[in-house]
């Protein structure tokens, strides 16, 4: 059974994969440690990320501040790597996560570099039983590691105010994922700690349109990131095949 025919439970925490990061936790800013992949994803999709909020808010890229007055949600933000960036460009930022000790780092983090940023030890679906809502919710490299991906992307979809958008960021459910973002990622490269990704969770761009327009979503644009090795940089992409994302909006004010 597919994981979007999953029936509904009360949480999205696997406990195996809160303990797997949480033992990784104290590299999140080592952009040589077991995070240097995310540090050298971080420039492109906080790319995307501006660039959409730019057009879709009407912001001025030129100015110092651009994102001001947003507010920002990041789920599962780890150690910080985008909440940070994001709250100097002038949005209000969240960060949650449901491992402590990456609430920990990123707080820890923040204090050091001036930045004000309201980190909590949660998850998307007790925040969003409080009502709250943001202009952008962030889901980035979250849906393949969570507990009952039905749950875990009504309560992210449920955080969008009406007008807001919201960023799902994942690994295809392809051969090729199967080969580079695990085989090769993990085994041959050591890019990643071996067992970070199970194949088998992976979701296809369309199993994640299918979850996004289910809750009141409409799928806005979408691209595929892949890596240059020449260049050592990652770069969007019509391929899809391996690392995509996939940007929505709540239709509203």
Known sequence: MRQTELAMTATTINDAEIAKFTAMAEEWWDPKGKFKPLHKFNPVRLGYIREHLLSHFGRDGSDMRPLEGLEIL?????????????????ATVTGIDAAERNIAIARLHAEKTGLDIAYSATTSEALAATGKQFDMVLNMEVVEH???????????ADLVKPGGLTLTATLNRTLRAKMFAVMAAEHVLRWLPVGTHDWNKFLTPDEIKTLLTRNGLVVTGETGVVFHPLADEWRPSRDMGINYMIMAKRPGA
Not at 74 to 90: F, I, K, M, S, T
Not at 146 to 156: A, E, F, G, I, T
Request: charge should be negative.
């Open 74 to 90: 990041d789920v599962g933000c780890g150690g910080g790597l985008l909440c940070e960036p994001l709250a100097r460009l002038g």
């Open 146 to 156: 969570v507990d009952n991906v039905p749950l875990y992307m009504k309560s992210c």
